[in-house]
């Protein structure tokens, strides 16, 4: 039977594209080393005909199939599981623009196009697509939307969904449905196109995409401020609304522990404000970082900027603040943001958390689940920073210094999880904000969303990939 399908498939997408020996660990692994698959095979389809035909093979063969686009993904999503009976179908060879449409405001791609290759493409035709994340040079836009990924710039243009116009998708079935219309408006029934975005390729598999493009705006520019706490980093967002108006095109706050992460392990960065004196006089707990876009000028952008701040600084939650003066200043301040993950990885192995809370109540949430994760396990050091304009934190958690961090966390993930999830629960908030659940969540999602919303789930499951043949296991528990 497995000859046979192989030989289906190298039929289908070339000998050359059906991948089963050497070092597959580039498909097999996910990108934080949490767990490593074994597939029956990697197959690489270059057109959406060759897509729905691998998948009306596969389920003949009766052989489940794990989309994967850049395999960026941090919920172990897009790696296959131990069985050695799941193809991975990766999508990085269909990687066409298939239109631009000006007058639209669109541009039409096929999924495995790389996040950046977008970003580069829309603005050499002079537009913005707004999508922004540290992954962005290897994310796909297929992944981005089956993971409704978010990203830096939320807070002024929304999530990959709300980005999204238009899909082309290969069903469980192996038929395409063809949705790649470009309308911004049309009622004409449910949405299928919100039901594939952001469902990890559990209901199908995302062929090409519609997606908004915007004006570019005419500046953009960056400051980094310290706050001496929590709340008035709140603070300091409100004003900035109040301020900026739909100028404020980002909000990043980062706590000193994840800041010194990144001048530790990296220390050719400079990390303003986060010294070895602050520490010792526990300054500088928060920082944070804003983005203002301008349609007028640097000029205007600038004192409409220096305004916010000498505000901030008057109301107190602002203790100092530097605005970049070039691109390459504000790239560098960008720079040290992004590179709080990587610094993790250097720091150990972690717990990983993108949860979300209502702005409001952030600083309460912190405050009181720092108390209770210290209460609970003395030494835990906690890594938090995240998109603040969007209530969603990555309240990250690493070992005790000295500890190992592999045993650490068989011994207490499932527990600081239970910790965490629980309060967020309390704080109406939600225990995936950004990464979603894959195979690493899938298991707590019944404790935390309502039981009507899973049996809605498990009905649209069932209803669109009946033989449980699309990412099994992910989401929902299979
Ligand atoms: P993959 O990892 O390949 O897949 C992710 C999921 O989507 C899997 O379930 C997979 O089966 C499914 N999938 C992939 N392609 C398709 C398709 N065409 N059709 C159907 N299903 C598909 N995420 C954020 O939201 N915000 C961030 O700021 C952010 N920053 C990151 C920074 C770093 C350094 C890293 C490593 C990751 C970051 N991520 C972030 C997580 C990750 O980059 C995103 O989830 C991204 O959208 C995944 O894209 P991908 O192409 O790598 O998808
Ligand atoms: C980020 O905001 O940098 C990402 O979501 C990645 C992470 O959580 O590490
Ligand atoms: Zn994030």
């Not at 600038?302 to 100092?320: H, I, P, Q, T, W």
């Not at 966390?409 to 659940?437: C, M, P, R, W």
């Amino acid at each position: 039977m497995t000859a046979a399908l192989l030989d289906s498939l190298r039929a289908i997408v070339g000998d050359a594209h059906v991948l089963t020996d050497g070092d597959l660990s580039a498909w097999e692994q996910d990108w934080r080393k949490r767990e490593r698959g074994r597939a029956l095979a990697v197959v690489r389809p270059a057109s959406t005909e060759q897509v729905a035909a691998v998948v009306k093979a596969c389920a003949a063969a009766g052989v489940s199939i794990v989309p994967q686009g850049g395999n960026t993904g941090l919920v172990c999503g897009s790696t296959p599981d131990a069985s050695g009976r799941q193809v991975v179908l990766s999508t990085r060879r269909m990687n066409a623009v298939r239109a631009i449409d000006p007058a639209n405001l669109t541009i039409t791609v096929e999924a495995g196009c790389v996040l950046q290759s977008l970003q580069e493409i829309a603005e050499k035709e002079g537009f913005l697509f707004p999508l922004s994340l540290g992954a962005e040079g290897s994310c796909t836009i297929g992944g981005n939307l089956s993971t409704n990924a978010g990203g830096t710039q939320v807070v002024r243009y929304g999530n990959t969904r709300e980005l999204c116009l238009g899909l082309e998708v290969v069903t469980a079935e192996g038929e395409v449905w063809s949705g790649l219309t470009g309308l911004r408006k049309d009622n004409t029934g449910y949405d299928l196109r919100d039901l594939f975005v952001g469902a990890e390729g559990t209901l199908g598999i995302i062929t090409a995409a519609t997606m908004k493009l915007y004006p570019l705006p005419a500046v953009q520019l960056t400051a980094w401020a310290a706050v001496p706490s929590m709340e008035h980093a709140v603070e300091l967002l409100g004003l900035a609304h109040r301020t900026l108006g739909a100028g404020l095109t980002g909000f990043e706050v980062m706590g000193r522990f994840a800041l010194s992460l990144v001048a530790k392990h990296f220390p050719q960065q400079r990390v303003p404000f986060v010294t070895a004196a602050a520490e010792a006089a526990d300054e500088t707990p928060w920082c944070v970082l804003l983005e203002n876009s301008d349609d007028e000028s640097e000029e205007h952008a600038r004192s409409r900027f220096e305004k916010l701040l000498e505000v901030a600084f008057e109301a107190g939650c602002v203790s100092d603040a530097v605005i970049a003066e070039n691109l390459t200043q504000a790239r560098a301040l960008w720079h040290v943001r992004e590179s709080i993950t990587l610094a993790q990885v250097e720091e150990g192995l972690n717990v990983k958390h993108d949860i979300s809370i209502p702005v409001s109540r952030i600083p309460e949430f912190v405050r009181t689940t720092d108390a209770l994760l210290a209460e609970k396990i003395p030494g835990v050091r906690m890594v938090d920073f995240g998109h603040l304009g969007d209530g969603n934190l990555h309240y990250n958690v690493q070992a005790p210094e000295g500890v190992d961090a592999k045993a650490f966390l068989a011994a207490q993930e499932e527990h600081i999880n239970t910790l965490v999830f629980d309060a967020v629960k309390a704080f109406d908030g939600s225990i995936s904000a950004e990464h979603g659940v894959g195979s690493l969540k899938q298991h707590k999602l019944p404790h935390y969303k309502s039981p009507v919303a899973l049996k809605l789930m498990r009905a649209i499951k069932g209803a669109l990939d009946p033989e449980n043949r699309m990412n099994p296991g992910r989401v929902l528990e299979a």
